[in-house]
């Protein structure tokens, strides 16, 4: 049973720290990770998506792939308020091309 | 460019009635996918169709539960005689190829049902 790990939180941190959020995923041969954010009461909703070793940025996000130790995570610079939310990651199964989903890390940002 | 659209937003069924959920994917997108999400669960995968076509049906109940997506109008999840145990956020997804290609899916605002 291919799984993806996540810390469930809730994580809290101040405004304006960086929040680091982790994912560890069993598949091997998984090539494509994702984060989503999701509000209470919402759906969930695409922050980024990666695909090879290192890190990418997109404004105060940045996500980070090690396919050798298996992890991604997600770093949150500047942290707000607004980033109040559930932390989806969600892996692509290697072999039989699912999407895989964690169970979220819930994050809490305070003033 | 409108997204995925889901209706109706908020139902409200008796036991043992029937609830149709609607997904309009996004255009341009031909693969759609039906997620569930307890209160204070995680996303749960029930289905993935594409037109005309059941991919995956691996997360769907046995008894009850059916779902659709024909070649013309959206796809349809359909749950008969429901239980209060079927309320729940029911998300529909899509994208243009499957996740086969590693394609991203976007993600409806959803639909809350609720059994009294």
């Known amino acids: 049973q291919k799984e993806v790990e996540q810390n469930s939180g809730p994580l809290s941190v101040p405004e304006g720290a960086i929040a680091s959020l982790n994912c560890t995923y069993s598949?091997?041969?998984?090539?494509?990770f994702f984060w989503y954010r999701q509000y209470s009461g919402k759906s969930p909703e695409l922050i980024m998506s990666?695909?090879s070793n290192g890190d990418k940025e997109d404004g105060r996000f940045t996500a980070q792939l090690n396919k050798a130790s298996q992890y991604v995570s997600l770093l949150i610079r500047d942290s707000q308020p607004s980033d109040s939310a559930t932390y989806l990651c969600a892996v692509i199964d290697g072999n039989n091309r699912k999407l895989i989903w964690g169970l979220g890390t819930s994050l809490a940002v305070n003033p | 460019n409108a997204g995925v659209m889901q209706n109706p937003r908020h139902l409200v069924r008796r036991r043992g009635q029937e609830a149709r959920l609607r997904c309009s994917p996004m255009?341009?997108?031909?693969?759609v996918y039906w997620y569930r999400q307890l209160p204070e669960e995680g996303l749960k995968f029930m289905v993935y169709l594409q037109k005309e076509n059941i991919i995956d049906e691996s997360g769907m109940p046995k008894e009850r539960f059916s779902a659709e997506f024909p070649k013309e109008g959206p796809s349809i999840l359909r749950i008969q005689q429901v239980v209060r145990g079927d309320s729940a956020a029911y998300f529909c997804?899509?994208?243009?190829?499957?996740?086969?290609?590693?394609?991203?899916?976007?993600f409806g605002e959803g639909s809350w049902l609720t059994v009294v």
């Open positions: 997804a899509s994208s243009p190829t499957g996740t086969v290609s590693g394609n991203t899916i976007y």
């Open positions: 255009k341009g997108h031909s693969h």
């Open positions: 598949d091997r041969v998984s090539q494509s």
């Open positions: 990666i695909y």
